[in-house]
Structure formats: C-alpha cells, structure tokens
C-alpha cells in the first residue's frame, strides 16, 4: 500500500493534533507539520520536495518552487486567496491546485458590514470625543466628520459573489440603494439577489454615484491598484472604500494620498499590501482610516470548517477523486484520472 507524504507547511491553529490523529489512524499518511513562512526557499523546498500532498497558508509558492516538486500530486491554499501560490506552474507541472472559498465567507461579509459601520458612524473617531469629554466635562463633538443617515445613501459593491452576494443580503434594508460593479455577474446570481439590471453599473459609474464603497474581488492582473489615484479622484469626497479582499487591490500609496488630501472622507481596511504591514505605515497616523488586523476570516465556526474541508479534500484525494475546489481546472486534461504521472 502506498504511504502518501503530507506536508504542511505553515498554520495559524494552535497546533494540529487533531490532524494528527485523524491522517495517523489512516496507516497510509505520513503527516508532517512545519512553520515555513519566514524560512529561506530553500529550506521550503529541502521540506517539501518529495511531498505527495502539501497544504499551504503563507509560504511563498512561486514557479521555482513548484518546479522543484519531485512528484506532488496536489496543493491546497489554506484559505480564500491565492496569490502566494503561482497556479501557472502547477498546471505545468501537471500538480492540481485547490483552494477552501467558501470557509469563511460569512465571516467577510460581517468584517465588511462591521467596517462599514464603524466608518460611516465614526466609531473609532468616537472613543476619542468621548475621552475628551470625559476629561474636560463637556461634549465636543466639532472634530466630528459629517455623518449621514445610511438608508439616503448609496453602497457600491466592487465583485458581487460568496462574499458580495452575502454584503447584499445583509445590506440591501439599510442602504436606500445599492450599485454592483462585476463584470462576471450572470442572470442566475441577480434574480437570487433581486438585483435590478439599472443597478449593475461600470467601475467608473459606481465610483461617481457611491458613498460608500466595498471591494470584494480576488487579487489578480486585472484587478491589481485598481483602487489608485484616478480612482479616488472620481470618487465623492464624502465617501467612503471599505476592504477586506486582498490588500493590493488597492494602492496603499494611493490611499494615503487620498486619506491626506480629503479626496474621499475615510477608509476601512482589514488586508494590506505587506501582511503584517510594517509599524511605520502611514496609514497608523492617519484618523480618516479604520484599520482592523485581517480578522475577516476569523471565527471558531470557521476555524474548524477549513479544518474538515482541507481533511477531505487530502483524502478525497489519496482515494483517486478530486478535491472540492480545483482552480486550474484545466489540470484535468492533462493527468491520466486525477492524479499526475510520476
């Protein structure tokens, strides 16, 4: 029977000997668990080189990496994004390459509408009124930006699936109305949102009409800095961009340019360009942005969804079927059955 390496390469769980016991009880894993995130790509590939199977959360898997792989069958993304791991290579190396986009979109959706609150309600701007206050005895609230009723405003969403879908049905009763901005939508996905063709709009269409914008698209070439000058320059300056997709869908410099010049009013920001950012950010600095610690994924709930689904999808594979979620779809034409020729 053949014995299927396992590898890990890095994890955000406390540990994982629950993984442990369940690939251990199989008599056919061998389970190994690292934390490669900040070690040389050398000694990611020394670790990983003659992996069957390898889970990845941050590791930079780029195509010198994956061309390494002696004879890896699949990789799988430990959460939504993918852009440390180069899926041209994997196909080229014939290795299918999975991802886990359904884990935590609920989780998004609710860091997004939290976001949007705490920017149009000045929340974080709020706690430092009220220690004023409380010092000098008196309300002040002449540092206050203007603030509007939600329900006379718009909401722009850039990307309207799992997780935009989600912010639409969460929204669609407190925003007086809302404008989607997504190229790929079909029919099928706006009647089960009741989404009005009027309201699928251009990018430069919902940068003009929204107040408040939030971005809910992957990272890739077409969408990398799309939010940059000439973005915020067509946008309301009364408005503001929420973010809890992929940090360098927006410009960091960009923003801070348009947080500093009052081209829009305030930013809510989950992810960034350089995870973590470094302590020096301007953005620290600037009281126009409500930034909160990429907590979009995080809930016990979801914690342990990826947990189930990642199990499966090794053991689905170890069993000759395919994972749940293949991005290079174009894999399947290239392997005999679903395993690639080593």
Known sequence: MKTWKVIVTD??????????????????????????????????????????IIVVNMVEFDAE???ALEKCQLIIRHGVGYDNVDVEACTRNKIRFAYEPD?????????????????TRQAFRSRAILEDAAEKQIWDFSSLLPMHRMFDQTLGIVGCGRIGGRVYRMTK???GKILVCDPYIDE???????????????????LAQADVI????????????????????????????????????ISTEDLIWALENEEIQGAGIDVYEQE???????????????????????????????????????????????????????????????????
């Open 188 to 206: 099928r996905q706006k009647g089960a949102l009741g989404i009005h063709d009027d309201d699928v709009v251009s990018f430069d269409e919902l």
């Open 173 to 175: 009763n407190i925003f």
């Open 65 to 67: 990496v994956i061309d």
């Open 11 to 52: 994890y955000i769980e406390d540990d994982l000997e629950w993984e442990e016991e369940k690939f251990g009880a199989m008599g056919n894993v061998a389970f190994e668990t690292h934390q490669l995130k900040l070690a040389p790509k050398e000694e990611v590939i020394e670790k990983c080189k003659d992996a069957d």
């Open 214 to 249: 939030t971005i809910h698209t992957p990272l890739n070439d077409e969408t990398r800095h799309m939010f940059d000058k000439d973005a915020f320059s067509k946008m309301k300056p009364s408005a503001y961009v929420v973010n809890t997709a992929r940090g360098g869908v």
């Open 276 to 342: 973590p950012p470094e302590r020096d950010l301007k953005l620290f600095e600037l009281d126009r942005a409500t930034l909160s610690a990429h907590l979009g994924w995080c809930s016990l709930e979801a914690g342990w969804t990826i947990r189930y689904k990642i199990a499966d999808d090794i053991i689905a594979c170890i069993n000759g079927e395919k994972p749940g979620n293949t991005v290079n779809t174009e894999i399947d034409g290239l392997v005999e059955g679903n395993y690639r020729e080593v």
């Open 103 to 119: 884990y935590c979109a609920t989780e998004v959706a609710e860091q997004a509408v939290a976001l949007i609150f705490c920017c």
